[in-house]
């Protein structure tokens, strides 16, 4: 089974029905309610592999970005095929935590960790906490003295390189907020070091997400390999070495760089540096896992433009709204009609609320299903209740066995925290 997927998305049409693995997805949707998010698992291990793969023979950390899908049971078998963890919050590190992940391998960034979110990753014992500031560094060490640890520390370096991704999705150009310049690193971790609670250990970089274009990892090479000699020669010992997530997928027909690839291009300037890699993808493990099932309520025409109308919306996959990004939408079951050029839409009272526009699909009819794939990373994790419509359920097929592994909200769930005021 698994050689058999490696490469694929773990989709495919067998017998006239899109599958995941060897399920059809309509036997899914029937059972668990549409919208729904499916994964493939052995397309997720895949992917993970690849990645241990490339740092096989060396000392290395491969940590799932647990912001692309933060699912427990997705979490959970990661930890267990040896993933190590990136995180950005508090509940993203009781999540790992939760599934009994080994704070030995978890990373934790962003630009802003309270002190109470701190605490419990000292206490957690993690491995390696990203540092974006000096009053982030300030506050560790104030916490770290007062539970008497010492924390690991790696600055999380602004670069200056622009990724070539979309604007929103960029992290390493001089205006983004995340990390501390170039030009201070120096003086930042000659500070780290001298904390009496805090261990310098190395540099982090992460530049953005969905990159396909090689040259920005090269630049990023170029520089992590200056600046780490240039610390050395000041005699700052740096013993791991960072190097963030970001490899894009394919959503449409984007030329993708592997794994295998990447490391060919970066090793040359870092290889013998005598490093500690740590790497942190999230989109690249996850994207290609999933699809989003929704069913058509509508198919409405007009003079001038047609509408499938689904009942997911940008509630349920933010991504076409949010970063205009690019979906293929296919049928489960595909008609033998005559294609209809549309729009596909979801009910949200929003102009934005649209899966993709000017589609050639077989026109469905009401209850149809679709596929709306490569939607495993940043899907359901930033998927909300707006409008008032329920979070779908998800399921995780393995060859011819699916597991639920959320069920869809009750209505009773969205408002459960809510209180009426009592006259
Ligand atoms: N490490 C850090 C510090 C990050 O900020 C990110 C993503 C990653 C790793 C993982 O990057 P990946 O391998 O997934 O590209 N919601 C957006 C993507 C936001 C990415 C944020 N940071 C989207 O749907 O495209």
Not at 111 to 123: D, M, S
Not at 139 to 147: C, K, P, V
Not at 357 to 368: Q, T
Request: with cysteine; net charge negative.
């Amino acid at each position: 089974m698994t050689d058999q997927l490696t490469g694929s998305a773990g989709f495919k049409y067998l017998d006239g029905e899109y599958h995941c693995e060897n399920i059809p997805l309509t036997d899914l949707v029937e059972e668990h309610g549409s919208p729904l998010y499916v994964y493939s698992k052995n397309h997720m291990l895949n992917q993970l592999h690849k990645y241990q793969q490339v740092f096989s023979q060396q000392d290395s950390l491969v940590c799932f970005a647990v912001k692309s899908n933060s699912n427990l049971a997705v979490l959970q078998l990661l930890a267990e095929a040896g993933a190590g963890f990136d995180i950005v919050s508090g509940g993203e590190l009781e999540r790992v935590l939760k599934v009994g992940a080994d704070p030995g391998k978890i990373v934790y960034s962003g630009v802003g960790k309270t002190a109470a979110e701190q605490r419990r990753a000292l206490e957690a014992g993690i491995y390696q906490f990203n540092v974006e500031s000096i009053p982030e560094i300030e506050q560790l060490q104030r916490l770290a003295a007062e539970l008497q640890t010492e924390a690991r520390v790696a600055i999380r370096v602004n670069p200056a390189v622009d990724a070539k991704t979309h604007a929103k999705i960029t992290t390493g150009k001089k205006e983004n907020k995340f990390g501390i310049p170039f030009p201070e690193v120096e003086s930042v971790a000659n500070s780290i070091a001298r904390s009496k609670n805090l261990k310098f250990t190395g540099l982090h970089f992460h530049i953005g997400s969905q990159i396909t274009d090689q040259q920005p990892f090269e630049r990023l090479a170029r520089k992590a390999r200056d600046l780490i000699r240039s610390l050395r020669e000041h005699r700052i010992e740096v013993e791991t070495l960072n190097l963030g997530g970001g490899l894009g997928v394919c959503y449409d027909d984007e030329e993708t760089i592997s794994p295998e690839r990447w490391w060919e291009i970066i090793s040359p300037y870092l290889a013998d540096l005598d490093l500690k890699f740590i790497v942190e993808p999230g989109r690249f493990i996850t994207a290609n896992a999933g699809a989003l099932i929704t069913r058509v309520i509508y198919v409405k025409k007009s003079v001038t433009h047609n509408f499938i109308v689904v009942d997911a919306g940008m509630n349920t996959l933010i991504r076409p709204a949010m970063y205009d990004a690019f979906h293929e939408i296919v049928p489960v079951i595909p008609r033998n009609n005559d294609p209809v050029n549309a729009d596909v839409v979801g009910p949200v009272c929003e102009t934005g609320d649209y899966f993709g526009k000017g589609r050639e699909l077989p026109e469905p009819r009401p209850d149809d299903p679709l596929a709306v794939m490569s939607a495993g990373a940043y899907g359901s994790c930033m998927a909300s209740n707006y409008n008032s419509f329920r979070r779908p359920a998800e399921v995780l097929v393995d060859d011819r066995t699916a597991y639920l592994i959320r069920e869809r909200d009750t209505y009773e769930d969205i408002w459960c925290k809510e209180k009426m005021i009592d006259n």
